[in-house]
């Protein structure tokens, strides 16, 4: 896909960032198409959360290009950034729900504080997004902390998608979650995502999920892309990164920096 | 020798950078006061937090500091056969030093460690960030309530330390020393000046808006997890305690200096 073209909703160029020395982007190039669902792999502490970090303005890059619907967005302001974070939602790898707040007023958040909605309102909205993933309105006043690791997620992801955004991005949606809850949250995503036309960026290890949720999968190694195509053709890619981590083998191009004792 | 200069300076340009990042911080922050929106409800929490939960602790500190205070100033001033004094040192001292003393440092400790592990704890678990994925500015959000009610609530807690500790004084004045009740209320009203609980109470401003600042400024940038927001806890009490003491001499100078 071309920098023109008129359906790319995100487009990453030559992106670098590092920290202290250690350089963990190193000349990032991708693209993500209006409703298309991409999904980053990679094994830990690669930089797909630092990748997606930069594209939310969390982490300011040293060089390279993020455009969001073809507007540069590297250099945005304070009130610009705050504009284009409307048009995006995200889930957090720990989903990130804020401990001094209901259910509910986690899930309007965005609602209230982000478009000024009146309470009540965002409260109707929320009691609708919580029943989109599953949770029913005596939820809605228990606090964060009282919910399981899947509710969390869950609730996280109604957070995530109560504003209809037109961006969302997942980070490690299923980490930590047993297979059935996993594929609960896999479900959810893909129903959210294809329902409502949303364009989707997730980044995670979990194989599983990656080829249920994915409609491109690209691979991040050493801060690069090493391989990008459609998830049908993921077992086929001739890449010997890729072939690595997808069957999960120790031995391969990849090393892990394991310290000797 | 070139060694240790080397240590020196970086310990230095560590604490210029320090300096500069907290600078920048509250000045990014009180920016955000200037335009809408304006989390009033976050501030009204903030309030009853560091003022209606603190008055326990600050009550109790008030009126022992004042006992102790008429006690130890009669055990002195008898050497003197000045015990008459007894009041208005008990009244001076205070409204002018520990009623704002005594409580910024007891707030310091309560509300600046809690600030700093509740907002510690949110930077590591990317509470934070979240606040940023979904159009809301932290330091607004977060920061700017804690810093107008340690500035608004402050001062009242002091105004209430004041008065608990000059009647703690009282207390010990007219029940353990025998001073009659009259002449020791009049002695109290004697010497006390406006200017005595004024300065007192702008200490209190000041010191309000330090502890806010320093809990919330290490916890902001609280880094690695449980032991991160530990530290930061400590950075914030062991900071807004020194930085009250350094304070208190300076507005003592400016007020009383000439």
């Not at chain 1, 969302?168 to 979650?177: K, N, V």
């Not at chain 2, 309030?47 to 022992?64: D, E, K, M, R, W």
């Not at chain 2, 606040?131 to 607004?140: E, I, K, Y």
Request: glycine letters at 10%.
């Amino acid at each position: 896909m071309s920098d023109t073209d008129a359906t790319l909703k995100i487009s990453v160029r030559e992106l670098r960032k590092s920290f202290g020395r250690k350089r963990v982007l190193d000349g990032v190039n991708i693209d993500c198409a209006s409703g298309e669902s991409l999904v980053i792999i990679g094994g830990s502490g690669t930089g797909k959360s630092v990748l997606v970090k930069c594209i939310l303005g969390l982490f300011h890059p040293e060089a390279g290009s993020i455009r969001i619907d073809g507007v540069e967005t590297t250099g945005l302001r304070h009130a610009a950034r705050e504009r284009l974070l409307q048009k995006i939602g995200m889930l957090f790898q720990g989903s990130a729900l804020f401990d001094s707040l209901s259910v509910w007023e986690n899930v309007a958040f965005g609602l209230i504080q982000g478009r000024g909605m009146e309470r009540p309102a965002a409260r109707e909205i929320a009691l609708v997004k919580l029943a989109a993933v599953g949770l029913g309105p005596e939820v809605s006043l228990l606090r964060p902390a009282e919910l399981s690791g899947g509710m969390q997620k869950r609730v996280a992801l109604a957070r995530a998608i109560a504003t209809e955004p037109e961006i969302i991005f997942f980070d490690e949606p299923t980490t930590g979650l047993d297979p059935i809850m996993a594929d609960v949250i896999n479900d959810l995503i893909v129903k959210c995502v294809r329902e409502v036309g949303t364009t989707a960026v997730s980044i995670t290890h979990d194989m599983v999920s990656a080829r249920k949720i994915a409609d491109r999968i690209a691979m991040l190694h050493q801060g690069r892309i090493v391989w990008c195509g459609p998830t049908a053709e993921i077992d086929d890619s001739g890449n010997p990164y890729v072939d690595q981590f997808i069957n999960g083998r120790a031995e391969g191009p990849i090393r892990m920096e394991i310290r000797a004792a | 020798m070139l060694r240790f200069l080397a240590a020196v300076g970086a310990v230095l340009l560590g604490f210029l950078a320090g300096t500069g990042r907290l600078v920048i911080f509250a000045g990014l922050t009180l920016s955000t006061a200037l335009t809408p929106p304006f989390y009033l409800r976050a501030i009204l929490r903030e309030i009853i937090n560091i003022g209606y939960f603190s008055l326990p602790v600050v009550g109790l500190t008030a009126i022992f500091t004042g006992m102790v205070l008429a006690l130890q100033s009669h055990t002195g001033f008898s050497r003197f056969a000045a015990e008459g004094a007894v009041a208005t040192v008990v009244v001076l001292s205070v409204t002018r030093e520990l009623g704002p003393v005594i409580t910024g440092l007891m707030v310091a400790g309560r509300v600046g460690a809690a600030m700093a592990a509740e907002i510690g704890t949110m930077r590591v678990t990317d509470q934070i960030d979240a606040l940023t994925t979904l159009s809301t500015d932290p330091l607004r959000y977060l920061v700017l309530p804690r810093l107008a009610a340690g500035l608004i609530t402050l001062p009242m807690l002091v105004l209430v330390a004041d008065i608990i500790g000059v009647f703690g004084g009282y207390l010990v004045g007219v029940y353990r020393l025998g001073f009659n009740p009259e002449a020791y209320l009049n002695r109290t009203h004697q010497y006390l000046e406006t200017i005595d609980v004024v300065s007192g109470l702008v200490k209190a401003a000041v010191f309000g808006f330090i502890i806010a600042l320093m809990g919330c400024y290490h916890g902001y940038y609280s880094r690695g997890g449980a032991q991160g927001v530990g530290q930061a806890t400590t950075y914030a009490v062991v900071s807004a305690s020194v930085l009250i003491l350094v304070f208190n001499y300076v507005i003592t100078a400016v007020f009383f200096g000439r």
